[in-house]
């Protein structure tokens, strides 16, 4: 299925379905580095119009569950980076000095007091890898270009996944994401240069996904 990508003869392949199918078919360590996105399992309300907001998204499939990570999420690739983990710990596997990243999303106290949560965290089983990324994104802020419309409730910037990037692979590295989302991962792999997987379960957000890294593709990487 991923044979172009792996080869190098293709830089990205996207599959719209459910990844606990799909990674029960794929081969242990077939990606460098899994960054992902889960759905936390705490029933998101993606009304934002209820908090003031014009903008009112698509329900985050699977979102309404508790998160119950699929075995294969870690064993697909050599290094893991997820973001929400924090919600599910006891799900985890027991590694000694397991990594944390922390986006910091104000940025200053001023900015903590715009509504959400001033920052996030993601698990790593790279071991004593303990980083803050300090990159500004909430309210009317957008860290990607100002004014640009998201398209998904709980949108990564790409500014923090090429971050993490270019500090955790290399050039040409594979980089899986099952569930892709509106596709920030796969973005951040088509301007850095690396090679992407992604699976996402929702036909409307892998459709957005497709587009938006169809259309880096187009445009010349940042490296």
């Not at 081969?27 to 960054?35: E, F, P, S, V, Y």
């Not at 990243?101 to 900015?111: G, M, P, Q, T, V």
């Not at 698990?123 to 309210?139: A, D, L, P, S, V």
């Not at 169809?214 to 940042?222: G, R, T």
Request: with cysteine; glycine share 8%; proline share 6%.
């Amino acid at each position: 299925m991923f044979d172009a990508v792996l080869s190098g003869e293709k830089q990205y392949e996207i599959v719209r379905g459910d990844c606990r199918d799909v990674m029960r078919e794929m081969t242990d360590g077939i990606a460098d580095l899994l960054l992902t996105d889960p759905p936390y399992g705490l029933g998101l309300d993606t009304d934002y119009t209820r908090y003031g907001s014009k903008t009112s998204y698509k329900e985050i499939y699977g979102d309404r569950d508790i998160f119950d990570p699929p075995p294969d999420l870690f064993r697909t690739s050599h290094i893991q980076v997820i973001w929400g983990a924090n919600n599910w710990p006891w799900a985890l596997p027991v590694i000694v000095q397991a990594g944390w990243l922390c986006w910091d999303k104000r940025c200053s106290e001023r900015a903590d007091k715009v509504f959400g949560s001033p920052f996030e965290l993601a698990w790593t089983n790279r071991q004593r890898f303990f980083k803050i990324y300090r990159i500004q994104h909430g309210g009317v802020i957008n860290a990607d270009w100002a004014n640009q419309k998201r398209v998904h409730p709980t949108q990564k910037p790409i500014r923090l996944f090429t971050a993490i990037l270019r500090q955790m692979t290399k050039p040409n590295d594979i980089i899986f994401d099952p569930f892709m989302g509106s596709g920030t991962t796969g973005v951040a792999c088509i301007q850095t240069g690396r090679r992407f997987i992604g699976i996402e379960i929702d036909p409307h957000y892998c459709e957005i996904a497709e587009k938006r890294i169809s259309e880096a593709a187009m445009q010349k990487p940042l490296l």
